[in-house]
């Protein structure tokens, strides 16, 4: 069992579950970004600017070395935004040993190179280093899992003892986890749900309804599906926790960030007042552009993925993209 854990990325997510696992009786260290915010934890006890109102576990450590969090950890949890991954990762490699567990929160797409996380710390890391890569993503908002409500997520690894270890480390009574073998296809479901989030944000902001919401999602999941499948990904894997299950929580929660710029976006808010209003990360939004290219690259349709783009990238009216999307050819649903 992993005992002495590193947490990398005090968002709300790395901090959340550091504390998750500090409340299990793990040794773990939390590495910040900022500085000042490793001051803070410290001093209150509490992660003000990324998850306000929750106490920190008292064996909590706080860090802004990345070598004090990873160096001779048995596990370390990624939980870093996407786009900044990859540069994260590699500061790492010095402080990484062949046993160390890496277990990536991101969901996201690259912006650059359009790779899922594992497939960019695949390039990043030795072979050895990322036999030990795993993938922790469903629908879990921060906030409910740090109140300890209910929630079931996914590890998903290519080797399923690796799965297994991390099921064992993260799983608490009120925090289940299921393996999964199909690690892009995780990733996939994980990274898309957040460009529907904006289309259901969109409608809600714009006054549509439930029908035209219940619509997002189920054509969301099938065009989330279809790209997956064409990089690889299991079909099946999109029916799940990561696929679906994500999809639903983060179209209709109110605690999604990216349900949330949508929702403003749909009110006529523009796209750089809402993003310099927000601290958080909405991984939605440049992985739209990714989606949108990698669609391109490998052939598939991605009708509302296209009108997302559209709406934050070309400044199309919301209003002129639903009519857009309602108006195009008529086809048959499967196939
Ligand atoms: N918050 C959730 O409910 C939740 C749940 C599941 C997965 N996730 C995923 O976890 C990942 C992290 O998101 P979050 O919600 O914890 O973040 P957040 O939005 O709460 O905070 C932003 C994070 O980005 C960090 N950051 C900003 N610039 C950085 C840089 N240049 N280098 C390194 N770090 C930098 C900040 O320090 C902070 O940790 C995302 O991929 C997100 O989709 C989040
Ligand atoms: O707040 P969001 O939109 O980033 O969603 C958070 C999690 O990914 C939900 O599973």
Not at 295 to 312: D, F, H, R, S
């Amino acid at each position: 069992m992993n005992k002495n854990i590193g947490v990398i990325g005090a968002g709300s997510w790395g901090t959340t579950l550091a504390n998750l696992l500090a409340k299990k009786g793990y040794a773990v260290t939390l590495w910040a970004y900022e500085p000042e915010l490793v001051d803070e934890m410290r001093l209150r006890r509490e992660n003000g600017p990324f998850l306000p109102g929750i106490t920190l576990a008292p064996a909590l450590k706080f860090t802004n070395s990345l070598e004090e969090a990873a160096a001779g950890k048995e596990l370390l949890l990624l939980a870093s935004p996407s786009q900044v991954m990859r540069g994260v990762v590699s500061r790492l490699i010095p402080f990484l040993r062949a046993e160390t567990l890496l277990v990536s929160a991101a969901k996201g797409i690259e912006l650059d190179t359009l790779k899922t996380v594992s497939q960019a710390c695949a390039e990043e890391l030795s072979p050895a280093l990322f036999g030990r890569f795993c993938v922790l993503s469903g629908p879990s908002f921060a906030r409910e899992v740090a109140q300890e409500m209910p929630t079931a997520v996914v590890a998903a690894a290519a080797d399923p003892e690796v799965a297994i270890a991390v099921q064992r480390c993260f799983t608490t009574e009120y925090f289940r986890v299921y393996t999964n073998s199909d690690v892009v296809g995780v990733e996939i479901g994980g990274s898309l749900k957040n460009v529907i989030a904006l289309a259901a944000g969109i409608s809600d902001g714009l006054g549509l309804g439930y029908n035209t919401r219940a619509a997002l999602i189920t054509r969301g999941l099938a065009e989330m599906t279809r790209l997956g499948v064409a990089i690889g990904a299991h079909p099946e894997t999109f029916a799940g926790l990561a696929g679906m299950g994500d999809l639903v929580l983060t179209c209709t929660g109110d605690l999604s960030r990216n349900r949330t710029v949508g929702m403003k976006l749909g009110q006529g808010i523009p796209l750089k007042e809402i993003l310099g209003e927000m601290r958080m990360v909405a991984e939605g939004v440049k992985t739209t552009a990714s989606a949108w290219r990698l669609a391109g690259q490998v052939g598939v349709e991605m009708p509302i993925t296209e009108k997302v783009y559209q709406i934050l990238y070309e400044d199309k009216p919301a209003r002129q993209a639903v009519l857009e999307l309602m108006t195009r050819d008529l086809k048959a649903e499967r196939g």
